[in-house]
Every structure is written in structure tokens, then in C-alpha cells.
């Protein structure tokens, strides 16, 4: 009887949740959600600041002004511009125009006053210092400056590169002539050949050995990044929302003709089982809808089966532990911002596994990588991150993460079910951190 009178509530759910217009603008959302940056990105790939970039040059030394004003006439006509099929030059880039300016006014004022109110103006966009005799200067040894930008536009970085791209390239070519060295035959010797990155070497079934694949940097990183951001968002999608289900029904005062047919901690069941039922649903669609489209473009065969298998039990694990502290900030709470002054640190438990997603990506067999893998909050998170992201943790890391979110998990299906059995009924008290702790200890 009780089973049933779950189930029950788990259809009802399940059913409410799937058939409302939430869940189709949600199953539509997310993909665009996830696909977003990269769609914003390829449709504003040609939207380039394609305006003259004029810069000051004030020159100490005489000499460097010229490479930049060659260096740019070469830049405007070799590399700003693109040649389409049709044979018409499209530009790419802005021109860089280098203008030269004394370091003293005629009234012997500091020119570069002048050239930082010019660009303040926008007459200018930038303007270059350059030291005196740089050619013969070492500045790891005496500290000294040779070459200053100053700009209004900081974060503008093309320039600022591009011009000590320049100036380099012609320091080193002149010190190279200087000790009687052949710049070109110095560039042949110090030619770098990249190193090409594979996997390792297999020995199949009958002893054939399976040479070694390049590393496809889409699958090794790529992959595990979208998995991680799509079980985050699944996640973030179906547990929250028991929070304002509970919270709903109970100012609502549908809670109370619930829990005169079904015990609390049997509604909380119900509940959490069809927030699982909506979670799988779309699981099963960008699941398979991934697979898809691995299939469409042939690399299904190197994306592990398990991948699939342990995105499930990591997502039913974090489901059934987020959604019973979610169900039970619900019940505790009569009105909406008392509940949202609560979420505070439950967010922040939500919140780790993506504060560590760079680390945990970058070194996935780390000592830190181990240790908050194996916090249970962010294990479904991090674990399944290793799991997706070569060589993969050990088989004890998998075991005993999966033990302590297990016992996490009944522990919040336990904590949840106190604090729902007393708050589902409580009304006009703003629940606090306290009250929430008696009610645990309370029988």
C-alpha cells in the first residue's frame, strides 16, 4: 500500500512536470544554453574593429621608427587582407599607423603630455616610447625600460604585440650581425619542430599491436567538459524545482489534505522519484541525441560505453541528494524569501564541483584532483569528470566515491524526511539554521 501511494505521487509528478510548457521551453533551452557561446562566436567571428589604428612614436633612439613604418606598409599589404573565391580582398584587421613625434614640444614641453591628451581625444589610439639605443641596452641587468605603451584601451592587445613583435625581431637581427652572425642560418638552427601528441599503444585479442592514435584535443577535452556542463544543468534543473513544488503546495495549503492520506517521508519519496523520472527523460534525449550524432561523424568508437552508464548513477546519486535538501528548504519555509536566504549555502555545496572544474580538468590524477572528487557534494561532478578525462581514477577512488555519496545521499533522504515531516505543517516561522537542527534531533 505504501509503495503504491508512492508511485502514485511519483506519476502525478512526473506527469505535471513533463506535460507543462516549462519543461518543452527548458528541453529547447538548454541545448542552446550549452551551444550558445559557440553560436554567439561563429556569428560575430567577422565583427572586427576594422578602423585605422593610429599610434604615437616617440623615438630616442632614431633608429626603430622606420622598422615600425616598414613593418606596417608590409602588414597592410600582406596579411590584413583575405582573398576570396571570387578573387575580391577582404580585410580582416585594422592598419596600424605609426606617426612620429619629437620628445620635446617646441616650448619644450613633454610631448608624451601632448599624445596622452590626443589620445584621450581619440586622435590617437595609443603611443609608443621608445629608449635610447636599445640595440646595446640589457635591460635584465640594468632594469632599464626600452620600450613603454600607454594607451586608454588596456584590454586592446593586438597592438601592444604586434609591436613588440617588431622591435624584438629587429633587436635580435641587428645583435646577431653585431657578433657576426647570419641571422638566417641562426633561424635554420634554431627552427622548433612541434611535438605530435598520441595515446599509447595496444596489443589486440590476437596479439596485433594497434599503433597509436593522434589526440583529438574536441574528444579529450571537449567531450568531458560538455558531459560535466549537461549533468550540472540537469541537475540544477530538476532539483531546485522540488524547492518551489513543496514550497508552492504548501502555501497553497494542498500539503496539508496530502499528508492526511501518506505519511511526510512517503511524499517526499514520491516527489524526489518523479523529479528522477523528469531528470532521465531528458537524459535519455541528449544522451541520445550525443550518440547520434558521435555516430554522424565517426567517433562513437572513442567514447567509452561507460561514459553513458556512469552519467546515470552519478546523476540519480546527485538527484536524490540535492533534491531532498531542496525538498526539505521547501518544507521548512512558509513564503519564498525565507527559502531563498536559505539557498545560500546549499549553492554554495551546488557551486564547487564547477570552482574546481579548470584544476580538476587540467591535472584529473592530482592529489587535489582525488581529494574533491571524493567530497561527496561534488563527487557526481568531479568523478564523472576523471571518469570522461584519460587515464581515469583508480577503481578503489571510484568505489569509495561512490560509497560515501551513497551514504550522503541516505543521509539527506534521511535529514530531508525529519525536517519534511515537521515543516510540511509548520506555518509563520521563518525557519533558521537552529530550528532546522532541532527538528533533526527531534523524534
Not at 8 to 37: C, D, H, I, Q
Not at 325 to 332: K, P, R
Amino acid at each position: 500500500m505504501a509503495v503504491r501511494k508512492i508511485l502514485v505521487v511519483a506519476r502525478t509528478e512526473y506527469l505535471n512536470a513533463v506535460r507543462s510548457k516549462a519543461f518543452l521551453v527548458g528541453l529547447l533551452l538548454m541545448p542552446l544554453m550549452m551551444g550558445g557561446a559557440f553560436l554567439v562566436q561563429y556569428l560575430t567571428q567577422d565583427q572586427v574593429d576594422l578602423r585605422d589604428h593610429r599610434f604615437g612614436v616617440i623615438d630616442h633612439s632614431g633608429q626603430m621608427f622606420d622598422v615600425l613604418e616598414q613593418a606596417a606598409r608590409r602588414r597592410h599589404e600582406t596579411e590584413i587582407y583575405d582573398t576570396q573565391d571570387s578573387g575580391t580582398r577582404r580585410q580582416k584587421a585594422p592598419r596600424y599607423i605609426p606617426e612620429r613625434y619629437p620628445p620635446f614640444q617646441p616650448d619644450g614641453s613633454r610631448t608624451d603630455v601632448l599624445l596622452s591628451q590626443l589620445v584621450r581625444e581619440e586622435r590617437l589610439f595609443a603611443y609608443v616610447i621608445i629608449g635610447q639605443n636599445p640595440a646595446a641596452s640589457s635591460p635584465t641587468t640594468t632594469g632599464e625600460t626600452l620600450f613603454a605603451y600607454h594607451t586608454n584601451t588596456p584590454t586592446y592587445d593586438d597592438l601592444p604585440q604586434w609591436i613588440e613583435q617588431t622591435l624584438n625581431a629587429e633587436l635580435q637581427r641587428r645583435r646577431l650581425i653585431q657578433y657576426n652572425l647570419d641571422p638566417a642560418v641562426l633561424a635554420s638552427l634554431m627552427q622548433r619542430f612541434p611535438v605530435k601528441r598520441l595515446g599509447l599503444v595496444k596489443v589486440n585479442e590476437r596479439g596485433e599491436v594497434i599503433e597509436a592514435e593522434e589526440e583529438n584535443k574536441l574528444l579529450t577535452f571537449g567531450v568531458p567538459f560538455a558531459a560535466l556542463i549537461l549533468l550540472y544543468m540537469i541537475v540544477m534543473t530538476s532539483a531546485p524545482s522540488l524547492l518551489n513544488t513543496v514550497l508552492e503546495e504548501k502555501m497553497q495549503k494542498i500539503s496539508e489534505f496530502l499528508v492526511s492520506s501518506l505519511p511526510p517521508f512517503h511524499l517526499l519519496l514520491g516527489k524526489l522519484l518523479g523529479s528522477v523520472g523528469v531528470a532521465l527523460t531528458l537524459s535519455a534525449l541528449y544522451l541520445g541525441a550525443a550518440y547520434y550524432t558521435s555516430v554522424h561523424y565517426g567517433v562513437a568508437d572513442r567514447i567509452s560505453p561507460m561514459v553513458y552508464v556512469w552519467f546515470i548513477i552519478f546523476e540519480l546519486l546527485a538527484l536524490v541528494m540535492f533534491g531532498s535538501i531542496f525538498s526539505a528548504l521547501g518544507a521548512a519555509c512558509s513564503e519564498m524569501r525565507d527559502a531563498q536566504s536559505l539557498m545560500g549555502p546549499i549553492m554554495l555545496l551546488v557551486m564547487i564541483p564547477m570552482f574546481c572544474l579548470g584544476p580538476v580538468l587540467r591535472a584529473p590524477d592530482s592529489s587535489f584532483s582525488r581529494a574533491i572528487s571524493l567530497f561527496p557534494p561534488a563527487t557526481p561532478m568531479l568523478m564523472f569528470l576523471r571518469i570522461a578525462v584519460p587515464p581515469g581514477p583508480a577503481w578503489w577512488e571510484l568505489a569509495l566515491g561512490v560509497a560515501l555519496t551513497v551514504a550522503t545521499a541516505l543521509a539527506c533522504v534521511w535529514a530531508g524526511g525529519k525536517i519534511f515531516r515537521i515543516g510540511i505543517l509548520s506555518q509563520g516561522q521563518a525557519p533558521t539554521l537552529g530550528r532546522l537542527a532541532l527538528w533533526l534531533i527531534s523524534r
